[in-house]
C-alpha cells in the first residue's frame, strides 16, 4: 500500500485544514487508516484513526472535538478536517494503514511521507 498525504500548510490560530491521504491499489477497504503526527523534538503520537467500513473513529484527547477523520472508500481516501487550530498543532502530520483497528504506530505497517502543518499564534 502506498500512501500520500497532501494539505498541510500554513494557517493562524483559529483556523482550519483539511488533510488527505490517497492510496494506491484496490486493497483500500481492507485497511483501517491512521493519522500521528511529530512536532519538532518530539516523539510520534497518534491523532486519530478510522476503522475499514468507517463506522469506527478514535482520537487523541488533545484533538476531540476539533478534528474529524473520514475515509472515502471509493475514491481509496482518508480525510483530517482540523478544526480551531492551536499552536500546539504543529506538526508534520502522517497518514498511515493497519490491517486493525488499534491508536498504536506500532500496529501499522504502511506510512506516507507526511505534510507539514504550521499553525502561527
Known amino acids: 500500500v502506498q500512501l500520500q498525504a497532501s494539505g498541510g500548510g500554513l494557517v493562524q490560530a483559529g483556523g482550519s485544514l483539511s488533510l488527505s491521504c490517497a492510496t494506491s491499489?484496490?486493497?483500500?477497504?481492507?485497511?483501517?487508516m491512521g493519522w500521528f503526527r511529530q512536532a519538532p523534538g518530539k516523539e510520534r503520537e497518534f491523532v486519530s484513526s478510522?476503522?475499514?467500513?468507517?463506522?469506527?473513529?478514535y482520537y487523541a484527547d488533545s484533538v476531540k472535538g476539533r478534528f474529524t477523520v473520514s475515509r472515502d472508500n471509493a475514491k481509496n481516501t482518508v480525510y483530517l478536517q482540523m478544526d480551531s487550530l492551536k499552536p500546539e498543532d504543529t506538526a508534520i502530520y502522517y497518514c498511515?494503514?493497519?490491517?486493525?483497528?488499534?491508536?498504536?504506530?506500532?500496529?501499522?505497517?504502511?506510512w506516507g511521507q507526511g505534510t507539514l502543518v504550521t499553525v502561527s499564534s
Open positions: 478510522i476503522s475499514r467500513n468507517g463506522d469506527s473513529t
Open positions: 491499489g484496490r486493497t483500500f477497504s481492507r485497511y483501517a
Open positions: 498511515a494503514a493497519a490491517l486493525t483497528h488499534v491508536a498504536w504506530s506500532a500496529a501499522y505497517g504502511y
